[in-house]
C-alpha cells in the first residue's frame, strides 16, 4: 500500500513538473498537434489570404486569429525583407535570418513546415536549424516542403522562433504554421486513476 501510494505521488508530481520542464520536439503534424488545443485554442496559418496580398514587406508581416498574434520578419542585410508568394512565406534574399515573434503571450505550442528554397523558389537539401525564446534548438536535413518540426513548451511562454541564416544561396521558407495552447493533463484526472488504482489493490488484497 505505501508503494502504490509513493507511485501515485510521483505521478502527480510529473505532471505538476511539466510547468518547467524545456519545450518537446515532435517531428509529424500528427503528433504535434495530438498535443495542442484545438480551435480556438490554437491557430493554424496556411498564409493563402494574406493581410495586405502578396509581394514583399519590409517590415515584416502579422497575423493573428483566436486570440493568438504574431509577426515575422527577415533581418541579416541592409534591405532585410520578407516575401509572401502564394502560400508560403520566404525571405527575399537569400542567407537572411527569418524570425517570429509571439506577442500575445499565450503561446506554448508552435509547429509548421520549415524547409529552403533557391532564387528560383525550388526546394533545396539543406540543414535547417530553429530555435525557441527557452533556447530549445534543433537542427535537421530538409529535404521537401512537407518537413515538419512542432514544439510544445510545458516552461515558460513561447514568444519567438528564430531560423538561423541557412546559408549562400539558401532561403528560409514556412508554410502551414500552427500556433496555439497545449494540452495540460487535469491533476484531479491523475488523483482520480490513482484512487482506482488503490481500490482496486485493496479488493484483490481481500
Given at each position: 500500500m505505501f508503494k502504490s501510494s509513493i507511485f501515485c505521488f510521483l505521478l502527480l508530481s510529473a505532471v505538476s513538473a511539466q510547468k518547467v520542464s524545456a519545450a518537446t520536439v515532435f517531428t509529424s503534424s500528427a503528433s504535434f498537434l495530438s498535443n495542442?488545443?484545438?480551435?480556438?485554442?490554437?491557430?493554424?496559418?496556411?498564409?493563402?489570404?494574406?493581410?495586405?496580398?502578396?509581394?514583399?514587406y519590409p517590415s515584416g508581416l502579422g497575423f493573428s486569429?483566436?486570440?493568438f498574434?504574431?509577426?515575422a520578419a527577415a533581418a541579416g542585410l541592409p534591405l532585410a525583407e520578407l516575401y509572401l508568394n502564394e502560400d508560403i512565406i520566404v525571405t527575399q534574399?537569400?542567407?537572411e535570418v527569418l524570425t517570429i515573434n509571439f506577442t500575445s503571450g499565450n503561446v506554448t505550442a508552435v509547429g509548421g513546415n520549415f524547409y529552403l528554397t533557391n532564387v528560383l523558389?525550388?526546394?533545396?537539401?539543406?540543414?535547417?536549424?530553429?530555435t525557441?525564446?527557452?533556447?530549445?534548438?534543433?537542427?535537421?536535413?530538409?529535404?521537401t516542403s512537407a518537413e515538419y518540426r512542432g514544439?510544445?513548451?510545458t516552461g515558460p511562454f513561447i514568444t519567438s522562433l528564430v531560423m538561423s541564416a541557412p546559408g549562400v544561396n539558401l532561403r528560409n521558407s514556412i508554410d502551414n504554421l500552427t500556433v496555439?495552447?497545449?494540452?495540460i493533463p487535469e491533476p484531479a484526472s491523475v488523483l482520480s486513476m490513482c484512487s482506482g488504482f488503490l481500490l482496486l489493490l485493496q479488493r484483490r488484497r481481500r
Open positions: 495542442v488545443q484545438p480551435s480556438p485554442g490554437s491557430y493554424t496559418e496556411d498564409f493563402s489570404t494574406p493581410p495586405s496580398g502578396f509581394g514583399n486569429s483566436n486570440g498574434t504574431y509577426n534574399a537569400t542567407n523558389e525550388q526546394t533545396v537539401v539543406a540543414s535547417v536549424t530553429l525557441l525564446s527557452d533556447s530549445t534548438t534543433v537542427s535537421f536535413s530538409s529535404a514544439f510544445v513548451s496555439g495552447a497545449r494540452i
